[in-house]
Antibody
Framework: QVQLVESGGGVVQPGRSLSLSCTVS????????MHWVRQAPGKGLEWVAG????????NYGDSVKGRFTISRDNSKNTLYLQMRSLRSDDTAMYYC??????????????WGQGTLVIVSS | IQLTQSPSSLSASVGDSVTITCRAS??????LAWYQHKPGKAPKFLIY???TLQSTAPSRFSGSGSGTDFALTISNLQPEDFATYYC?????????FGGGTKVEIK
């Protein structure tokens, strides 16, 4: 079955960097667009970034543009999120999610359990 | 594109029918999805293309609307349906979610 497992979360000081990973199984990773979505404590879901199946198209939310970079390694079935210049308002549970349609942008069909990032001095 | 959900929360009893609305700041045709989220769990995808139920979602969930106004209706509310529900637009980047509607037990 489809599985997405996030890792890399933890406590980091403001201004520092952190890298998240999402390792997947149970589907053809190289055929699907992938996304990162976060939820800050007590807040709703916020879309962070997305990347096309072949890595050719990447997009970002306004609050992270210029600080976060999404990437993927289709040979390793892994999605990444490199986060720089972290701020306290980046504190959140970070989820990776798989699109529902192969080769085209679509809804977020499957989600991981999330990895928690806490930005604090 | 901004999405405004209402109400932000509601209380209902098992067996009730509830409707959540989602209004887009500009027309998005039918590029809308709905998700269910429970504390400590991964969000669960329910509906795509505004009204198409995903294959494993219970039939008591239904979606409607197009353009700027959308709705999610849950008929015959069950104990496992108490959760927070979010709409998401897929028309253009950046993708956006509505603020969420928390469905609580009365």
């Amino acid at each position: 079955q489809v599985q997405l497992v996030e890792s890399g979360g933890g406590v980091v000081q403001p201004g520092r960097s952190l890298s998240l990973s999402c390792t997947v199984s149970g589907f053809s990773f190289s055929s699907y667009g992938m996304h990162w979505v976060r939820q800050a404590p007590g807040k709703g879901l916020e879309w962070v970034a997305g990347m096309a199946f072949d890595g050719g198209n990447e997009n970002y939310g306004d609050s992270v543009k210029g600080r976060f970079t999404i990437s993927r390694d289709n040979s390793k079935n892994t999605l990444y999120l490199q986060m720089r210049s972290l701020r306290s308002d980046d504190t959140a549970m970070y989820y990776c999610a798989k699109e529902g349609n192969a080769y085209s942008s679509s809804w977020l069909e499957s989600w991981g359990q999330g990895t928690l990032v806490i930005v604090s001095s | 594109i901004q999405l405004t959900q209402s109400p932000s929360s509601l209380s209902a009893s098992v067996g009730d029918s509830v409707t959540i609305t989602c209004r887009a700041s500009q027309g998005i045709r039918s590029f809308l999805a709905w998700y269910q989220h429970k504390p400590g769990k991964a969000p669960k995808f329910l509906i795509y293309a505004a009204s198409t139920l995903q294959s494993t979602a219970p039939s008591r969930f239904s979606g409607s609307g197009s353009g700027t106004d959308f709705a999610l209706t849950i008929s015959n509310l069950q104990p496992e349906d108490f959760a927070t529900y979010y709409c998401q637009q897929l028309k253009s980047y950046p993708l956006t979610f509505g603020g969420g509607t928390k469905v609580e037990i009365k």
